[in-house]
Structure formats: structure tokens, C-alpha cells
């Protein structure tokens, strides 16, 4: 039977090259499912076994205890995305690349251990822009990255060599109109 839901993940795991939990979000919508992880410790198994399946592993897509999880190893961080088991393969590798790549933009290409824990909000909310309950909404890099840092397409635009050559008022003035213009919008 052809899966037509929505809902192709159920987790997103981060581990340091140790296999120690950076970031794990758990997404579930039906009770019988066959991943059952609900309390933690549960998860850390999984999330241990995951590893020491993984952490020698140059292919980058298996399936694990029935749900195929894909994962990538940037720097001294692994990223596993886990999906249902008859899910595309491709779609996974393309949210997951999508979000490593926003967060790498996000972090200034310096995506390691460290600036990931040290920017854990944005990585949060760029996880939270990707994958909402375990429907993946966007795959781009940069809107993710747009989204999160909210420099998108209709933010104001002033240049500061402009009102350097004006006088206050109408700096002000220009300001002024340029705001406006923007919330006419």
C-alpha cells in the first residue's frame, strides 16, 4: 500500500562524534507504530544503537530496525533524520541536507560541536522551520536560514552611505517613506 500521509518524519537526532545527544526531537502520530520510543531511555537506546550502527558506515541512507534513516557527518557532529519505512529516500536526504546546510549558513559556515551547543536556539527554530510535527515544510537552505535569522525578502533595505550624505531631516524623511512603503505592503 502507497503511504499518501504528510507525515514522513519521526525523528531528528543530533550526536556529537561520541554518540552523547545534542538535539533529538521524537515526532508521533499513531500508537502502532513500530518505533516506539516514548521515554527517554528508550530513546537513548535508540539513539546509542543508531550510532554504533552508523558510526562506520560510509553509505549515508540505511534501514534501522524498520525505518529507514538517513544521515550525514559534518565536522565532528552526526545528524540523523528517521523516516517510515516506505518512505522516499530522496525527500529524506533533501530535508535533511536542507537543514544541515541552513544551520551551517546560520552558524557562518563554522558547524561543529561548539557553535552548534552555543546556538542551540537557532538551530532549534531552523529544525522547527524545516519539520513541523514530522511534515517536512521546506527544504531550501535559504529560506530556512531567511526564516530563522528574519532577513527575508521584505525587510527594509537602508543603506547607511546614503543617509551619510543627507542632512538629518531628510534621512528622517526617506525613513519614514521607506517604512511606510513597507507596511503598505
Do not use: W
Not at 546509542?48 to 549515508?60: A, G, N, V
Not at 529560506?143 to 538629518?168: C, F, H, P, W, Y
Request: hydrophobic content about 40%; proline content about 2%.
Amino acid at each position: 500500500m502507497v503511504n499518501l500521509s504528510l507525515y514522513t518524519v519521526r525523528a531528528i537526532v543530533m550526536l556529537d562524534s561520541e554518540g552523547n545527544r545534542l538535539l533529538a526531537k521524537y515526532y508521533s502520530r499513531e500508537q502502532s507504530t513500530p518505533m516506539s520510543c516514548k521515554t527517554t531511555k528508550e530513546q537513548k537506546k535508540f539513539e546509542s544503537d543508531l550510532f554504533s550502527k552508523t558510526r562506520k558506515s560510509t553509505s549515508e541512507i540505511i534501514l534501522y530496525e524498520g525505518q529507514t534513516v538517513v544521515f550525514k557527518y559534518v565536522n565532528d557532529v552526526y545528524f540523523y533524520l528517521v523516516g517510515n519505512p516506505e518512505e522516499n529516500e530522496l525527500l529524506l536526504s533533501s530535508v535533511l541536507n536542507g537543514l544541515v546546510e541552513a544551520i551551517s549558513l546560520l552558524l557562518k559556515h563554522n558547524l561543529d560541536k561548539r557553535s552548534l551547543l552555543d546556538n542551540l536556539d537557532m538551530v532549534v527554530i531552523a529544525l522547527d522551520e524545516a519539520i513541523d510535527d514530522g511534515i517536512a515544510l521546506e527544504t531550501d537552505p535559504n529560506v530556512i536560514a531567511a526564516n530563522v535569522s528574519k532577513r527575508g525578502m521584505d525587510t527594509i533595505d537602508v543603506s547607511l552611505g546614503d543617509i551619510n550624505e543627507q542632512s538629518i531631516m531628510d534621512a528622517y524623511k526617506h525613513v519614514k517613506d521607506r517604512i511606510n512603503l513597507a507596511l503598505l505592503r
